[in-house]
C-alpha cells in the first residue's frame, strides 16, 4: 500500500509537493482507547466506543486529511486470547492488518504499568519490517513525579526497538496534534486516496449496525455484550421529516440483535420491553447524528445459539476467516 506510478499520480490530481498518504494500524490490547483515538484525531464518531473490552470486532477505516497527508488509520480488535471461534478471527484479523500497512501505530495504556499482553504485542511488532509509532495513552491520568518512571517502564519492555514514543490522551486531545504530524512523516510520498471530506469508507449499514451494539454495550449486563451481534435488515427512505435537505423524506432502520440464549433475550429486552427502547432511543439518536436527519428505528431480538463458534454464522455476519 502506499506506492504510485507517475501515471496514477497525476490521474488523482495535483497535490502540493512532498503530499503523503498510506495506511496506519492501530494495534493494542482491548480496551486501551483505540476507537476513543480514532474518532478524536478524525473530528468526528466513526468507531463505536464502550467500557467493555473487545468492543472492535472489524478493521474500521477512518480517514484524516490534513495539508501535508492523508491517513487511512486501520482500527483493528484489541489483541487477546481468543475464547471461541468469533476471538480466533478477530485476533487473526488484527495480526494480519500489521502486513498490509505502511506504519504501526502502538497504543498503550500508560495509567498502568505493562503487562504480558503488551509484551505479546511488541514481540510480535519486532518480527516485522515496518515503522512503529507508541502513543502512550491516558496520559493525563498520570501524576507529573511518576512521567519519567512510567516511560521508561514501557521503553524497558521494546528495549531492542528504537520506537518513537508519544504521551497522549484520546479524550482530551492532547498530544494528538504533534502524533498525526510524525504519522504522517513515515508515510510514503502520494496523492490522497479518499476525497478530503470523507471519514471513513464503511458501508452506511455497517455504521448504524455498530451504533445499535454500542447502545447494546453501554445498557447491558457483563453476560450480555460479548454474545451480541447486529444486523440491518432494510433501510428505506419513506415520508416524513428531514433527511439530506429532503422534507419529505426519513429514514427507517429495521434491525435484528443476535443473542446466544434466551435468557439474553430477555435481559435485552426487558420488564415491559424498557430496555431494548432504550437502547433503540439511543441508538436512533446517534444515527440521526450521523446521517442528518430523522430516523425511525424499528429492533427485533433473535435468539441463535453458540453463533460465535459457528463458521458459517460468523461469514454471514462480515466475520470473515481471512
Known amino acids: 500500500m502506499g506506492n504510485f506510478s507517475p501515471q496514477e499520480m497525476s490521474s488523482l490530481g495535483s497535490m502540493p509537493e512532498g503530499y ?3 495506511f496506519v494500524a492501530l494495534i493494542g490490547r482491548p480496551n486501551v482507547g483505540k476507537s476513543t483515538l ?23 477505516r477512518a ?6 497527508a492523508q491517513l487511512v488509520i486501520v482500527d483493528t480488535p484489541g489483541i487477546h486470547k481468543p475464547h471461541h471461534l468469533l476471538g ?3 485476533v487473526k484479523s488484527a495480526k494480519s492488518t500489521i502486513g498490509e500497512v505502511d506504519v504501526v501505530l502502538l497504543l498503550l495504556e500508560a495509567c498502568h504499568p505493562p503487562g504480558k499482553g503488551d509484551s505479546f504485542i511488541v514481540q510480535l511488532l519486532e518480527q516485522q519490517n515496518i515503522p512503529v509509532l507508541v502513543a502512550l495513552n491516558k496520559w493525563d491520568l498520570i501524576r507529573e513525579e511518576h512521567f519519567s518512571q512510567r ?3 514501557y521503553k524497558n519492555i521494546f528495549a531492542n526497538s528504537f520506537w518513537p514514543i508519544h504521551r497522549v490522551s484520546a479524550v482530551s486531545g492532547a498530544g494528538c496534534n504533534e502524533l498525526i504530524k510524525t504519522l504522517g512523516e513515515h508515510l510514503p510520498i502520494g496523492p490522497q486516496l479518499y476525497p478530503s471530506d470523507m471519514v471513513s469508507d464503511q458501508p452506511e449499514k455497517f455504521l448504524l449496525a455498530e451504533l445499535i451494539r454500542e447502545q447494546v454495550l453501554l445498557h447491558t449486563r457483563e453476560e450480555v455484550p460479548h454474545s451480541v451481534a447486529v444486523t440491518i435488515d432494510r433501510i428505506e427512505e419513506v415520508p416524513g421529516a428531514k433527511r439530506n435537505r429532503d422534507k419529505n423524506l426519513r429514514t427507517a432502520v429495521l434491525a435484528t440483535v443476535l443473542v446466544e440464549r434466551k435468557s439474553q433475550k430477555g435481559i435485552l429486552i426487558g420488564k415491559g420491553g424498557v430496555m431494548l427502547r432504550t437502547i433503540g432511543q439511543g441508538a436512533r439518536l446517534q444515527m440521526q447524528a ?10 427485533f431480538v433473535k435468539v441463535v445459539p453458540n453463533w460465535r463458534s459457528k463458521p458459517a454464522r460468523l461469514s454471514e455476519l462480515g466475520y470473515e476467516a481471512n
Open 20 to 22: 503523503r498518504s498510506g
Open 38 to 60: 480514532v474518532n478524536h484525531l478524525v473530528g468526528e464518531k466513526v468507531a463505536i466506543t464502550s467500557p467493555v473490552a473487545q468492543t472492535t470486532r472489524n478493521r474500521l
Open 63 to 68: 480517514i484524516l486529511t490534513t495539508p501535508k
Open 88 to 90: 480466533e478471527r478477530l
Open 151 to 153: 516511560e521508561n517502564e
Open 290 to 299: 450521523l446521517i442528518e436527519g430523522q430516523v425511525y428505528l424499528e429492533l
